[in-house]
């Protein structure tokens, strides 16, 4: 192995312990606590170091996010995958999305709340952002003729329900039928 080659892995696994220390400190006492100084502290390197490899906190959460969306496509991808039929595949989904944000809720306002500079619906989204996309749209695809519409509008009442329940202001024992209504409009608005 040269110098470069093992230089480039050093600073590939500098970059995964900045980020799954950022993690677990955010998970663990918020995002709030996530600091250069503090990240700097913990993992035991200089802030500089920290620094030349993400420019801000904002590309840390959004190196944390991009792991997130990552997470996310692949359970959207594995609740399609397991459902009976389509609109199984749609309950599914909308479950498996809502667990996700309400069982990370760091990792989930990384994704969604924080300022990261990553974007949506742009001729460069980047592949980790657009593959839970189309998980979503594979979901509603079968109910509609215009599916990235209408998977953007359950990605969004998916997300309202999601930032509701996170604080705790509408009941969590009542997810299920929300859910339940959510996939009945999708599916009505075919017939």
């Known amino acids: 192995m040269g110098i470069a080659e093992r230089k480039g892995r050093e ?13 677990q400190i955010a998970e663990a006492e918020s995002w709030e606590a ?3 100084r503090r990240l700097a502290r913990e993992i035991e390197y200089s802030q500089p170091v920290l620094y030349a ?3 801000n906190r904002d590309d840390i959460v959004a190196a944390v996010a991009l792991q997130g969306f990552s997470e996310l496509a692949a359970q959207l991808g594995e ?15 909308s479950a498996t999305y809502l667990d996700f944000a309400l069982s990370r809720p760091a990792l989930y306002e990384a994704m969604f709340v924080l300022p990261t500079g990553l974007l949506f619906g742009d001729a460069e989204t980047r592949q980790e952002l657009r593959a839970g996309f189309d998980a979503i749209t594979v979901a509603v695809a079968p109910f ?17 329900l999601a930032e509701l329940e996170r604080s705790n202001r509408i009941r969590p024992d009542l997810r299920d039928q929300r859910i339940m209504l959510v996939a009945q409009a999708i599916v009505a608005a075919k017939a």
């Open 11 to 23: 600073k590939a696994e500098r970059e995964t312990l900045i980020v799954a220390t950022a993690r």
């Open 144 to 160: 509609c003729d215009h599916a990235e519409v209408v998977a953007e509008t359950l990605w969004a009442a998916l997300h309202g």
């Open 34 to 36: 996530v600091t250069i």
């Open 79 to 93: 609740a399609v995958a397991k459902a009976a039929s389509p609109q199984d595949a749609l309950l599914r989904t």
């Open 53 to 55: 490899h993400f420019s």
